[in-house]
């Protein structure tokens, strides 16, 4: 089964803090992904990779940048956070190449801002 | 680009009842459809999908059907349980990116 493991399940940081939200995936998987969700909004796609020190803006990527320097760790980083960057962050993973295969989440990491 | 709307916000059924949930989608080249599940706390899960080659497809209690002259794609769930309860999420996929719906919350009442 496909383990996909955020390292903070709850994080509590001041605005202009730098944040880091690091996430696991052991299934070898090309494709990782960052989102956001937010309650009446699903879930918005921050910043994607197809392979190792790729990355590709989503939807919303103001405010984030993401590192992928081994193809198993996706990291989102929060350059300096804002109150409106509170939410529930999102990883997943899934199969490479240009297909649609499932996405496996992580648990999520709940973040508030204060 | 690709938008996805998904109705009802909330929908309350009757345990053993049935519940539809229906999205719709705007780019006609989106080619894959999939259903997430999320339980109160957890994490999203795939239950179903559907390809645009394929007009429904059923899984034991849950169903998909996708009406592409229409656009729209929903989600059926015959026999409802409690385990049911949760926050279901449509997706379309055009040029492999998945473009998701609102949710739906699901309450299933004794």
């Known amino acids: 089964d496909v383990k996909v493991t955020q390292s903070s399940r709850y994080l509590v940081k001041r605005t202009g803090e730098k944040v880091f939200l690091e996430c696991v995936q052991d299934?070898?998987?090309?494709?990782m992904f960052w989102y956001r969700q937010d309650p009446g909004l699903g879930l918005r796609l921050i910043y994607f990779?197809?392979?190792?020190?790729?990355?590709e803006k989503g939807d919303i990527p103001e405010g984030y940048s993401v590192s992928r320097e081994k193809k198993e760790r996706f990291s989102l980083i929060l350059e300096s956070a804002s109150t409106n960057q509170t939410s529930m962050y999102l990883c997943?993973?899934?199969?490479?190449?240009?297909?649609?295969?499932?996405?496996?989440f992580g648990n999520g990491t709940r973040l508030t801002v204060t | 680009g690709e938008n996805v709307e998904q109705h009802p916000s909330t929908l309350s059924v009757q345990e053993g009842d049935s519940a539809v949930i229906k999205c719709t989608y705007s780019?006609?080249?989106?080619?894959?459809f999939p259903w997430y599940k999320q339980e109160l706390g957890k994490r999203p899960q795939l239950i179903i999908d559907i390809r645009s080659n394929v007009g429904e497809k059923k899984d034991q209690r849950i169903a998909v059907t996708l009406n592409k002259t229409a656009k729209h794609f929903s989600l059926h769930i015959t026999e409802t349980q409690p385990e049911d309860s949760a926050v279901y999420f449509c997706a379309a996929s055009s040029n492999y990116q998945l473009i998701w719906g609102a949710g739906t919350k699901l309450i299933i009442k004794p």
């Open positions: 780019d006609s080249a989106s080619n894959y």
């Open positions: 997943a993973s899934s199969l490479g190449g240009q297909t649609n295969s499932p996405l496996h």
């Open positions: 990779s197809y392979d190792v020190k790729m990355k």
């Open positions: 299934m070898d998987h090309e494709n």
